[in-house]
Each structure stands twice: as C-alpha cells, then as structure tokens.
C-alpha cells in the first residue's frame, strides 16, 4: 500500500497523531514548536501549548493532558493550564504516550543528545501521583494496548525493537518481551493498534508504517514518499483512515524534500479503537 499526501509541509517535526472526536477530530503536534494541530475540514488549526508538546489526550471530564517539555500539563475544559514539571535537566523532553484501560496517562521521555538509558517512561495518575514505570530508556516512544487491555506495546526506538508487556490494572507494565526485532535498518517510532488487535509502527528514517500481528509477524507494509515517518493513529467517523505524520527533523538545510512535514492517509481495511481518555 501507498499511503496518500493529505496536506502540505504543515510541521518540522509532526508526531503524536490521535483522533478526538470532542475536540475538532483528527489532532496531532508539531512537537518542538510546541504547538498542536487539529484538522478542521480543509483548514489547519494550531495553538502554541509549550515549547514542547510531545503528546495529547482527552479527559474524562472534559479538557486535555499533555506531555510537555519536562513533564505534564492539564487543561481544563474553559482552557485554564496546570503544569506538572518533573525535571530541570534541559537535556531531556518528553517524546511520546497514551493511556491505560484504567485511566492513567503514560508519557516518556528522551535526552536530546540520545544519551543511552538517560530516559524513563512515567505515569500520570487520576490523583495526581506520577510514578516512574521504567527507567534507562533511551527513546521512549509508541505506546498503545491491545483490544482486551490484557497486553501493551512500547518502542524504545534505540533499542530497534517493539516490546510487549502484561498489563495489570494495578502494577501496569509488567512481564516485558521483544515481539519483533526489527534489525539494524529498523527504527520503530509511534505505534497504535487496531481494533484485531494488529500493532501499526511508524518506522523512523525507514518511509514506511509496519503492520505486525500479535503473534509479531508482518502483515501489511504502508509505504510513504518521505523518510522520516513517525507516528500513526486511527480516524475518521468510522475509525478506517489510518492518519500518519511526518518530520524534517535533522534534515539537511539544502534538502530539497517537500513532502516532509506532511501528513499522509490511507484506508488500510482495518478499523482502529476509539481512543482512551485520561481519568483525572
């Protein structure tokens, strides 16, 4: 499959793509800009959040929560901003997350300079607490569970790996194991998964999104006309349109790619789930 040019090069590094049905629809960040996009028909939306905005999900109660430069921020629904900062080491900056079937928000983080195991994944509680849930990451990054909520699935994209955990509703992630070892060339980035349970990868520098079972074989491969491919989500009223981001990070300043930046769609045959808000 070829996946098609929705829009222009409206982003230097696009990620996070998420579908919220009660905040204007397909949603995604131009992360270090720390601005979000919502696609509102033929117009781009953006709003400045911080001066990183890695992540975002709905609430329960109406607003959104976001993974910031140093950690976590809460809107609430009149767009009033809490800010929840974890660090102050300006190497590090959240990258990626998602949400539990509990209801917990995870995010996690990664240094600017790829300093290995410098990161950690963290999660955000309906009550506030923020545990770290895994530490000496280097790039955390996809996250998303399966149907049941029994299983999760996480990149660290240094590791060049897609792990999978047990989920349990109290510890969380537990019981970790690589499903796929995606080789030298394979740099897995955001993921998602659909409602059979197949886990959908962005593959960085790799101009492709990888379909895998749950047993970790490869299923379908999405092909992209610009390499730096990294993030996926499903969307639209029926959850067919598979929604995938892009970015010119690291590019040179002479490269003349002007698909980079661009977001991309296609109709894979699958549907996706609807998307787990926070609790709190």
Same mark, same amino acid.
């Given at each position: 499959m070829r996946a098609e040019r929705l829009t222009d090069r409206v982003a230097y590094h696009g990620e996070g793509p998420v579908w919220?049905?009660?905040?204007?629809?397909?949603?995604?960040?131009?992360?270090?800009?720390?601005?979000?996009?919502?696609?509102?028909?033929?117009?781009i939306d953006r709003r400045h959040v911080d001066s990183v905005v890695a992540c975002v999900?709905?609430?329960?109660?109406?607003?959104?929560?976001?993974?910031?430069?140093?950690?976590f921020a @809460?809107? /609430?629904?009149?767009?009033?901003? #809490?800010?929840?900062? &974890?660090?102050? %080491? !300006?190497?590090?900056?959240?990258?990626?997350?998602?949400?539990?079937?509990?209801?917990?928000?995870?995010?996690g983080s990664m240094p600017y300079d790829r300093t290995p195991g410098a990161a950690s994944l963290y999660r955000l509680a309906p009550d506030g607490t923020v545990t770290t849930v895994l530490p000496e990451v280097t790039i955390s990054?996809?996250?998303?569970?399966?149907?049941?909520?029994?299983?999760?699935?996480?990149?660290?994209t240094h590791e060049q790996r897609i792990d999978v955990f047990d989920h349990a509703p109290e510890a969380g992630?537990?019981?970790?194991?690589? @499903?796929? /070892?995606?080789?030298?060339?394979? #740099?897995?980035?955001? &993921?998602?998964? %659909? !409602?059979e349970g197949n886990i959908w990868t962005a593959m960085h520098r790799g101009s492709a999104v990888h379909c895998y079972s749950p047993e970790g074989t490869l299923e379908q491969?999405?092909?992209l006309p610009?390499?730096?491919?990294?993030?996926?989500?499903?969307?639209?009223?029926?959850?067919?349109?598979?929604?995938?981001?892009?970015s010119r990070e690291g590019m040179a300043e002479d490269d003349d790619d002007q698909l980079a930046g661009s977001l991309f769609t296609v109709q894979p045959g699958v549907r996706g789930l609807p998307v787990r808000a926070f609790a709190g």
């Open positions: 919220l049905p009660d905040h204007g629809g397909l949603t995604w960040v131009d992360m270090l800009d720390g601005d979000v996009l919502t696609l509102r028909g033929d117009r999900r709905p609430r329960t109660n109406g607003g959104l929560v976001y993974g910031i430069e140093r950690g @809460l809107e /609430d629904a009149d767009g009033a901003l #809490r800010r929840i900062e &974890l660090w102050q %080491d !300006a190497n590090l900056r959240m990258n990626e997350g998602a949400v539990d079937p509990e209801g917990h928000f995870y995010c990054n996809g996250l998303d569970h399966s149907p049941d909520g029994r299983l999760a699935y996480y990149n660290d992630l537990v019981n970790r194991r690589t @499903l796929v /070892d995606t080789g030298p060339d394979g #740099r897995p980035d955001g &993921l998602t998964v %659909d !409602a491969v999405v092909e610009t390499p730096l491919v990294t993030a996926c989500t499903f969307g639209g009223d029926d959850l067919a349109t598979l929604f995938i981001t892009t």
